[in-house]
């Protein structure tokens, strides 16, 4: 029910005025009104709640003039305010404050306040620009997005994002600072109730309860043509226009990193990061958007943290946590209930969370990175997803556990086995694979990195899972062999044995074309391991590559470039870590994790200030682990010590990763070159000279020149990491 309160001078300072007084540091250097400014002030069609206007405190370069047909309630104090111009784009406005209502509003220096209806209990910058606004309100216990309650609410009042699924059970508290590492590390331990408590604890600690909250609106930000900005907090240098309704958010943005918001948005309780675009139509609620990200034409973002550098438009995305450099462009496509770990990319038609099969809406889509399903590709809860699977077009009508990374998933029908090929990516996608890691490096457009992002397709995590693939493979070729094989089968030898006779088996016979069964892959009909020898095979080599990388990158920033004795010496002394996590786009030990858990529970981490600081020493030290890390997948390829490595070994190491590294260049090379050579290619033009026109020319190609020049660069340094064991 609309309540009527009746204004006079007694009861401003018993409502409104003492509820939301500005603080001392507003009122520094003002003064109340001199009787020639409230003459002026009343000939200019202006009003105040106060007859006296002792409601209303200005600065000492004041002129009344530039106020007309105003009403001020409550509190009213403005800053500077000088004939002069604000200017941008096209729009230019004459400073000062016309046809609007303030209540209880703080403005700073130069600013223009025109046409907005309604603007109550803010705190406003300099050289800002509010021009035709229908509301723009404050409550005293707006929270700005974040997870917290104000004296006297009720806990269902609290916001959550309710990430990864659908039932709530990976619920989230937003945050101003929260990063998707912290998204992940919350939404993933659910089995730890102090650890989630203490989440809890410490993202309320630096949040007052006290119900005295105003809007801010910082310096040089502009808002025009908005019909709504309810409980905002909206940082320096945004420029929205036509947003249609903004409530409980907070927008950050900088003068390095402006954000904007545009036409017909809908943004409701959520966070959205530094030098990140919403625009046309899009809807956000219970959220957290990343920096560097846009949000467009219509896309539906609901519970549901955005990573980084990540583009979305058109789709549905509900109860998602996604990592950075995510990519989604189509209207037919939507993700709902899915972990996916970055660098991923979402097809026209892809429904991730069609559908569920349990009686609750529980069901999960588990990805790491790389993830990349077909056109027209829908998959059933749970599924999980290795690094880097691409998904050829198909329904998947029973649950996947997809663990070979860069490999190729393909269906044959709703009745029958998948087929996975392993190592796909390295024998004919490597031209992808060469780019990814320079492309997503030139899309990362922050000024300030706060989330770390591994971008290398061949890292500690990815490399993790392909010696899991190989120790895989060998198992099933022996189960193969036991099978087919009457000379392996009649074999008496221990398991041990027979493992290694299956490893032997896949070196000498890298041209089979023996079909392996993984019954693990799919509910109820399993895998079809298609060109088994030859993925284990490449696995290896691309192992060796990313260790041989490793370790030169290692030598030549710690004064040498050869991997001698006293060198492989240091690296060993170095801690093991073999369990990696991608948190947020970050690689971590799972270990030191388990120590941030465990600080965490005892109240020696107490911020997420802290939290972010252990990610930035697990960054530092990242170079050094992967190094270490790298000696160890080269002894566990070896099955020894890298100390008992002979000539022989180096010789076998050097020749495959030489290899790896020619073929990245050359396998590039060769694909572009089918988009000038292939007849297909060239039939929607009408000469030679017209396609060059469109696609350039090869040679011009700025990718394949800078890769040309590091795999000089990297084979020069490989046969100096070398030269001394030989």
């Known amino acids: 029910m609309i309540s009527v309160e009746k204004i006079t001078p007694e009861s401003i300072a018993s409502s409104d005025a003492a509820r939301y007084f500005p603080a001392k540091e507003h009122m520094a250097g003002k003064r109340r009104l001199t009787a020639t400014e409230k003459e002026i002030l009343i000939q200019n069609r202006n009003r105040s709640s106060d007859p006296e206007w002792n409601n209303?405190?200005?600065?000492?370069?004041?002129?009344?003039?530039?106020?007309?047909?105003?009403?001020?309630?409550?509190?009213?104090?403005?800053?500077?305010?000088?004939?002069?111009?604000?200017?941008?784009?096209?729009?230019?406005?004459?400073?000062?404050?016309?046809?609007?209502?303030?209540?209880?509003?703080?403005?700073?220096?130069?600013?223009?306040?025109?046409?907005?209806?309604?603007?109550?209990?803010?705190?406003?910058?300099?050289?800002?620009?509010?021009?035709?606004?229908?509301?723009?309100?404050?409550?005293?216990?707006?929270?700005?997005?974040?997870?917290?309650?104000?004296?006297?609410?009720?806990?269902?009042?609290?916001?959550?994002?309710?990430v990864a699924n659908e039932n709530d059970g990976r619920s989230i508290l937003p945050f101003e600072s929260m990063i998707p590492a912290d998204a992940y590390i919350w939404s993933r331990n659910r089995g730890d109730?102090?650890?989630?408590?203490?989440?809890?604890?410490?993202?309320?600690?630096?949040?007052?309860?006290?119900?005295?909250?105003?809007?801010?609106?910082?310096?040089?930000?502009?808002?025009?043509?908005?019909?709504?900005?309810?409980?905002?907090?909206?940082?320096?240098?945004?420029?929205?226009?036509?947003?249609?309704?903004?409530?409980?958010?907070?927008?950050?943005?900088?003068?390095?990193?402006?954000?904007?918001?545009?036409?017909?948005?809908?943004?409701?309780?959520?966070?959205?990061?530094?030098?990140?675009?919403?625009?046309?139509?899009?809807?956000?609620?219970?959220?957290?958007?990343?920096?560097?990200?846009?949000?467009?034409?219509?896309?539906?973002?609901?519970n549901t943290v955005l990573g980084d550098n990540s583009t979305v438009s058109c789709c549905e995305l509900l109860n998602n946590l996604i990592f950075p450099f995510h990519e989604q462009h189509h209207n037919s496509s939507f993700l709902i209930a899915a972990t996916v770990m970055g660098q991923s990319n979402i097809a026209s038609g892809a429904t991730i969370g069609s559908n569920h099969n349990s009686r609750s809406p529980d069901g999960e889509i588990y990805a790491e990175r790389g993830f990349w399903p077909g056109l027209c590709s829908d998959f059933k809860h749970n599924s999980r997803f290795a690094a880097f699977s691409l998904i050829a077009k198909g329904s998947y009508q029973s649950e996947l556990n997809i663990t070979y990374p860069f490999s190729l998933v393909s269906s044959n029908g709703?009745?029958?086995?998948?087929?996975?090929?392993?190592?796909?990516?390295?024998?004919?996608n490597m031209f992808a694979m060469a780019r990814n890691n320079s492309k997503f490096l030139k899309r990362d457009k922050r000024k300030?990195?706060?989330?770390?992002?591994?971008?290398?397709?061949?890292?500690?995590?990815?490399?993790?899972?392909?010696?899991?693939?190989?120790?895989?493979?060998?198992?099933?070729?022996?189960?193969?062999?036991?099978?087919?094989?009457?000379?392996?089968?009649?074999?008496?030898?221990?398991?041990?044995?027979?493992?290694?006779?299956a490893k032997d088996y896949l070196h000498h016979n890298v041209n089979s074309d023996i079909i392996l069964e993984d019954n693990q892959c799919m509910k109820r009909y399993g895998a079809r391991i298609i060109n088994a020898a030859q993925?284990?095979?490449?696995?290896?080599?691309?192992?060796?590559?990313?260790?041989?990388?490793?370790?030169?990158?290692?030598?030549?920033?710690?004064?040498?470039?050869?991997?001698?004795?006293?060198?492989?010496?240091?690296?060993?002394?170095?801690?093991?870590?073999?369990?990696?996590?991608?948190?947020?786009?970050?690689?971590?030990?799972?270990?030191?994790?388990?120590?941030?858990?465990?600080?965490?529970?005892?109240?020696?981490?107490?911020?997420?200030?802290?939290?972010?600081?252990?990610?930035?020493?697990?960054?530092?030290?990242?170079?050094?682990?992967?190094?270490?890390?790298?000696?160890?997948?080269?002894?566990?390829?070896?099955?020894?010590?890298?100390?008992?490595?002979?000539?022989?070994?180096?010789?076998?190491?050097?020749?495959?990763?030489?290899?790896?590294?020619?073929?990245?260049?050359?396998?590039?090379?060769?694909?572009?070159q089918k988009d000038y050579t292939d007849y297909f290619r060239s039939i929607t033009y009408e000469n030679e000279e017209e396609m060059l026109a469109v696609v350039g020319r090869l040679e011009d190609n700025s990718f394949l020149k800078e890769l040309k020049r590091d795999t000089e660069r990297f084979n020069l340094e490989l046969e100096t990491l070398f030269a001394s064991v030989l």
């Open 56 to 162: 209303v405190y200005v600065s000492e370069e004041f002129d009344p003039a530039l106020l007309c047909n105003t009403e001020f309630q409550g509190v009213v104090v403005l800053g500077r305010l000088t004939p002069s111009t604000l200017k941008y784009h096209d729009l230019i406005l004459r400073t000062g404050v016309y046809n609007s209502l303030l209540r209880n509003v703080v403005v700073g220096d130069d600013c223009v306040i025109r046409n907005v209806r309604y603007l109550k209990n803010y705190r406003i910058g300099n050289r800002v620009i509010l021009f035709n606004i229908q509301e723009m309100s404050c409550t005293n216990h707006c929270k700005f997005g974040n997870g917290v309650l104000k004296d006297g609410e009720a806990e269902d009042d609290r916001i959550w994002i309710g």
């Open 193 to 302: 109730a102090e650890l989630m408590n203490r989440f809890k604890a410490i993202t309320e600690k630096p949040f007052s309860t006290a119900r005295n909250t105003f809007g801010i609106v910082e310096d040089d930000v502009i808002i025009k043509n908005t019909t709504l900005i309810k409980d905002a907090k909206i940082c320096s240098a945004t420029y929205i226009k036509g947003a249609f309704k903004l409530k409980n958010i907070t927008v950050l943005s900088s003068e390095a990193e402006p954000s904007q918001i545009g036409e017909g948005v809908e943004m409701v309780n959520g966070i959205m990061g530094y030098g990140s675009k919403v625009f046309y139509q899009a809807v956000a609620v219970r959220f957290i958007i990343g920096r560097n990200c846009q949000l467009k034409y219509g896309a539906r973002l609901l």
């Open 414 to 428: 709703p009745d029958e086995p998948i087929t996975i090929m392993p190592a796909y990516w390295f024998r004919h």
């Open 448 to 501: 300030v990195k706060v989330q770390h992002i591994e971008t290398d397709p061949l890292a500690p995590d990815t490399v993790q899972e392909i010696l899991a693939s190989l120790d895989r493979i060998i198992t099933l070729t022996k189960r193969w062999l036991m099978e087919h094989d009457a000379w392996f089968a009649n074999k008496t030898d221990s398991t041990d044995n027979l493992y290694q006779l």
């Open 535 to 672: 993925g284990y095979k490449e696995y290896r080599k691309v192992a060796k590559y990313f260790a041989c990388k490793t370790l030169a990158a290692w030598c030549s920033t710690h004064g040498g470039q050869e991997l001698a004795q006293i060198t492989l010496t240091e690296i060993t002394d170095i801690p093991l870590f073999t369990d990696w996590v991608n948190v947020g786009g970050q690689i971590i030990p799972q270990e030191k994790l388990n120590e941030l858990f465990a600080a965490i529970k005892a109240g020696t981490v107490d911020s997420w200030d802290q939290v972010h600081a252990f990610y930035d020493d697990c960054q530092q030290n990242y170079d050094a682990w992967k190094a270490r890390y790298a000696v160890y997948v080269m002894e566990q390829l070896y099955s020894r010590t890298m100390a008992e490595f002979t000539a022989d070994i180096y010789r076998d190491i050097y020749t495959d990763v030489i290899a790896v590294s020619n073929y990245m260049y050359e396998s590039s090379i060769s694909s572009r």
